[in-house]
């Protein structure tokens, strides 16, 4: 039976511990789920927002160029749109340049 600290090998199948980054049994790599795969973006986003915001860094760092150059140019736009995109990024609702939504956590 399957206990608490233990789950099945995407490849094999078998019983492996649940922290286990690759089957002991068939060496294949294992996926976590996607809820489990953290976003370590979200605090240096937010950080940069915070620090260089006004420059559009966090734009840049997440591949928003173009509006990382109107920032830049307009100094944040007037700090009242890095404050916007602070906010953004704060509550969770921030998105990357691929659409993926930068989470905290
Ligand atoms: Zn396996």
Known sequence: MKSEN???CTECGSLINIRAEICP????RQ???PGLIKDNRWLTCL???WFLGVFGVHR???GHTAIGVAQLL?????????????IIIIMGN???ADG????NG
């Open 6 to 8: 233990e789950k099945y």
């Open 25 to 28: 049994r068939c060496g294949v």
């Open 31 to 33: 996926l976590p789920p």
């Open 47 to 49: 950080l940069l927002c």
């Open 60 to 62: 840049f760092y997440t």
């Open 74 to 86: 307009t100094l944040g736009g007037c700090g009242i749109w890095m404050l916007v995109d602070f």
């Open 94 to 96: 921030f998105k990357d």
């Open 100 to 103: 993926n939504v930068i989470h």
